[in-house]
C-alpha cells in the first residue's frame, strides 16, 4: 500500500472512532489501540509533508499559535432569535405564522436555546473549509483552527453531502467538564470561570489551538445556513442530513401542530432542561418548513419564523435592608438595593440594581420590605417583585429626593429630575447631578478612561483616581497628559488593611508607580489605536464593538467630530421615523379622511424616495448594525456639546493625534473605484506568509480588493505563503491565479 493511500486510510479509520466515541458512545477498540493508530498517521505525514491536510485528525491537537484571528464574512447574514417570555408572546407569535402563512395548522419544532457561543461551519465537498464566529452578524472571527480540536465536530462528512453547506449551531462546555476544570484551575492556582459561557467563549479567543485542545468544548448544530447541492424542505430533512453527516444536533426534539401542542412541549422542556448537559434558558421555536421560513423571510435583526421562550429565572425571598444610590460618569443617579444575603444560580447575592425612580414606583419597592430576587439573564441581580403581605408597617414609598435630601450623595450638588416620555404609557423617570465638577463623575470617567479596554493604563484604578481628582491633579482624562511624575509621587492614598487586620499609615504613591503611570499615560499618545480612544471618552452606548466600527470609518478623531457619515445615519433615523408616523397604516394615528390619507401617501413615498438615496451615498460603507441610529446620534450630540468641544480643545492643544488601526477608505468605493489597482478583484491568502494575514488583508482592501475565506470560482488570486496545502491544490483545479508576496507588491507598484 502506497504512504498516500495509508495515510488516507488510517485518516478515515480514526475519524470513524473519534465519532463512535466522543458521538455515538459506542466505541469498538481500546484506548490503546487509537493511540498506536494516532501516532503511526504522525509518522507517515511528518514523512510526507507534500500530503499535508488540514482535516486530518491530527490536527485535532492543535497547531502552532496565530498571531490573530482573521475576519471572515458569513455566506448569510447570522441573526438573532427574538426573545419571549410569556405564553401571550408565544400565542401571539403562532397567530403570526397563521396569519402570513394563511394556514390554520402550523408545524414547528421545540428544541433546548443551548447558552453557548454561536458559531458557523462551512464544509466544502464534505471537509471542513472554515468555521467562524458570530460576530456582527455579517463577519466573525476566523477560529477553524480551534474548532479542529473539538472531538464531536467532524472534519469531514460522511454519507451523501451537497457540494457546499454552512451548519450553525452552538459551541459550548457541558456543565461536568465546566465543573472538573474549575477544579484544575483552582488546584493550580489560577483564576476559575465565572459560567460555562464565558469559559466557552475565552476558550475559543486563544490563539494557540494547542491550548483549546486542553479544553473541554463540544458542538451541537442547530440551524442550517446556506446549502447548495442539495434541497431540503423541512426541519426533518435538515436532522436527517446531520444524521447522515455524522454532526451532532440539537436534542430533545418535539414536534407540534396546534398552539397547545406547543406549550405543552415547553412546560415538558422547563423540567428536563436541568438534566441536559449544558446550560439552558429556554426554549428555541422553530417552522419546521423550510419553504415557509423562506415565505416568512426576516428584519433585519431576526427571523420571522422563529422566537426562543425564555424560562424564569430563579427566584428567592430576601429582606431590602436600605437602598443606596451610586453616581454614574454622566451624572446619572441609580439605586442600588442592599440585600440580605441570599443564593442565586450558585451565587450569593447582597446587591441588586433598582435601575431608576420609575422602576421603584411601579414595583412599590420600600426599605424594609420582603422581595424576591431574581438574575435577568441568569446574570444580573435584581428585585422582581414585593411580597406585599411581609410589610413593615411603618414601611414609606420611596423619594430619590426625598432619600437624598435633594443633594447628589458624592458632591452634595443639586439633582435634577428628568422624564423620558419616549413611552408615553410608562415615562422614566431619572435622576442626575447637575455639578459639573462632582467628583464621582469625575472618578468614574477617569476609570474608564484607564481600563484595559480602554487606554489600559496601568496603576490607575478607583481609589487613585480618588485621590487624583481630591487633589486637584486631574478633573477630567485630558488632565492625566499634564501630570508631573513629581506630583504623582508625593500623592498620598488611603492606609492600606495590613495582614494583622490593621491599618497602615497613609501611604505616597511613590516614584516608581509613578514613574510607571506617566511613562504609561505618555505612550498612549500614539500607541493605543482610535477605537480604543473613542471606547474611553465614555460617550453613551458607544462600546468596544461600536467603537472598532467607528474607527472602521474614520482615521482620526477630528474625523469623527466632523463624520458626514454618522450624520447620515442620524438623517435616515430621523426620515425613518417621519415616514413611520406619517404612514397611512399607522394605528395610533390614522387618516381623518381620504384627503389626507392620499397626502400621508404621498409624503410616505417622498421620503422612501429620500431615505433609499441616502442609504445607497453609505452603502459601500457596509456599516455593522453595532453603529446603529442611538449611538450615531450619541456621537453628534457629544461632539456638539460643550464638553465635547472642550474636550477637542484639549485634544488638539495637547498635539493628541492617535489614528485608525483598521481603516478602511471606503470613500474612495463611491468616488472612483475603477482607480484602484485591485479594484474588483477576490483574493484568498493562505499559507505561512512574512507579515500576518490581517496586514495583507488590510493593503488588499485599501487598493480596492476583497478578501474571503475559501476559493471558488469567483476568486480573482490566491495569495500563498509557504505551504498552501488544499486551498493551493483548489485554485489549481479551478484556474485560479496563484501568486506570491513579490508579486502582489509588483501589482501595487
Known sequence: MSPDQKILELRCLLERHNRLYYVEASPEITDREYDRMFRELEELEALHPELDDPNSPTRRVGGAPLEGFEQVRHPAPMLSIDDVFTEEEVREFYQRLQKNLAQ????????PKIDGVATSLVYRDGALDYGATRGDGLTGDDVTANLRTIPTLPLVLTGTHPALLEIRGEVFMPDEAFGRLNEERHDAGLQTFANPRNATAGTLKQLDSRAVAERPLDFIAHGLGVIEGLELETEEDFRSLLSSASIPSNKPLWTANTLDEVLSAISELEHLRFDLP????????????????????????????????????????????????????????????????????????SRATLHNESFIHERDIRIGDTILAHKSGEIIPEVLRVIKENRPPDATPFSMSDHLGGKCPACEGSIVQRINSDNKERPVITWWCENPLCSKKAVATLTHFAQRKALDLEGLGESVAIKLVASGLALSPLDLFSI???DLADLLLDPARLQTGEESKPRRFGDKKAKLLVDSINESKAGQPLSRWIFAMGIPQIGESASREVSRLHETLPDVASSEILGVICQIADLEEERKNVSPQNRDRPPRDDTERKRRKIRHDELKTEITELENTIAAFEISPDLGPVASRNLVAFFASAPGREFMNQFADLGLSPRSDNFLPRPSELKSSDSLVLAGQIFVITGSLSRPRSAYKEIIEKNGGKVTGSVSKSTTYLLVGEGGGSKRDKADSLGVGIISEDQLNSMLG
Not at 104 to 111: A, F
Open 104 to 111: 390554520d395548522r402550523i408545524t414547528v419544532t421545540i428544541e
Open 278 to 349: 449544558y446550560a439552558t434558558d429556554g426554549a428555541v421555536i422553530k417552522v419546521a418548513s423550510l419553504l415557509d421560513r423562506s415565505a416568512l423571510g426576516a428584519t433585519s435583526r431576526a427571523p420571522r419564523w422563529a422566537v426562543a421562550f425564555k424560562y424564569p429565572p430563579e427566584q428567592k425571598p430576601t429582606r431590602l435592608l436600605d437602598i443606596t444610590v451610586q453616581v454614574g460618569r454622566s451624572g446619572i443617579l441609580t439605586p442600588v438595593a442592599e440585600l440580605e444575603p441570599v443564593s442565586l444560580s450558585g451565587t450569593t447575592v
Open 484 to 486: 508631573k511624575t513629581g
